[in-house]
């Protein structure tokens, strides 16, 4: 994003807003629960999670309460997954708007992102509970939260933005997205540890930018054992460059957008 994008960006400030805020809106609009389904989903997952890979396969938690094992890992995959779907789907559902009048389209999925932070941050409260009920000791680690969450919200616009200009021009978009969010999950630390995956193979796991985010969100509320600094290390990296390959395809295809959808 260069400098004169960035202004106008700035300039939409408000339309950014307006645009997250309405998402939001709808979301809930004429549900019975309301913003409790940002609990709801994790919550019951967490629960499958723990009776199923915990209880009956036995599969290792590395000493962490299952709760919370399946819980930190969860609520960003929450984040992640719905904001990369509706990112994903942001300029199509918006085709009418992208006709009539004119806006950096870039705003629309960014749009998405931001709404999806209240789900999360309704989430990480939810998770904390869990952490006090266990009485699991907190430390200074927490400060590096923030910044995990930034990294998240990057990655996750990464893709959202690239999967948005690709869906304006390929439809199949549409039904191969929750195909291939579906199988990042299982190729996500989130039901088993990473320290149950080979040595031999975890370069394979460095490859997914969310398994080192996913093992250090889970490390900042119940730290077991070192963070695995180099797996961090390439999800930064990894996370850094689909940001950008993702931004450089949006902008390669924005002025074509209004044409097409």
């Known amino acids: 994003m260069n400098l004169e ?10 339309l950014v807003y307006f645009l997250a805020w309405r998402d939001v809106k709808v ?52 984040y992640f997954s719905s904001t990369v779907g509706n990112a994903g789907m942001s300029l199509v559902s918006n ?11 870039i705003i629309l999925p960014t749009a998405a992102a931001l709404s999806g932070l209240i789900d999360f941050l309704i989430g990480t409260v939810f998770l904390g509970g869990f952490v006090l009920y266990y009485g699991v000791p907190l430390g200074a680690n927490l400060l590096l ?33 929750p195909f291939l969010i579906q199988l990042l999950m299982f190729a996500t630390p989130i039901i088993y540890p990473v320290s149950m ?8 796991l460095a490859l997914n930018p969310l398994s080192g985010l996913i093992e250090t969100f889970r490390w900042l509320v119940a730290p077991s054992r070192p963070i695995d600094w180099n797996l961090l290390g390439f ?27």
């Open 27 to 78: 979301r809930y609009k004429q549900t019975v629960l309301g913003v409790l389904w940002a609990i709801i989903q994790p919550l019951f997952t967490m629960v499958i999670f723990t009776l199923l890979f915990g209880g009956l396969a036995k599969i290792s938690t590395d000493g962490i309460p299952g709760p919370i094992f399946y819980l930190s890992a969860l609520v960003p995959w929450t």
């Open 197 to 204: 995956i080979p040595d031999r193979f975890r370069w394979l």
């Open 145 to 177: 939260w923030p910044a995990l969450v930034v990294l998240l919200v990057l990655l996750a616009l990464g893709l959202g933005i690239f999967f948005a200009a690709l869906n304006v021009k390929y439809r199949d978009v549409k039904y191969a997205l």
């Open 95 to 105: 085709s009418g708007l992208l006709t009539k009048i004119y806006f950096p389209r």
């Open 235 to 261: 999800s930064v990296a990894i996370t850094g460059i689909l940001f950008v390959v993702g931004l450089a395809y949006f902008h390669s295809t924005e002025r074509t957008m209004a044409d097409i959808v």
């Open 5 to 14: 994008t960035f202004r106008e960006f700035w300039l939409y400030r408000e």
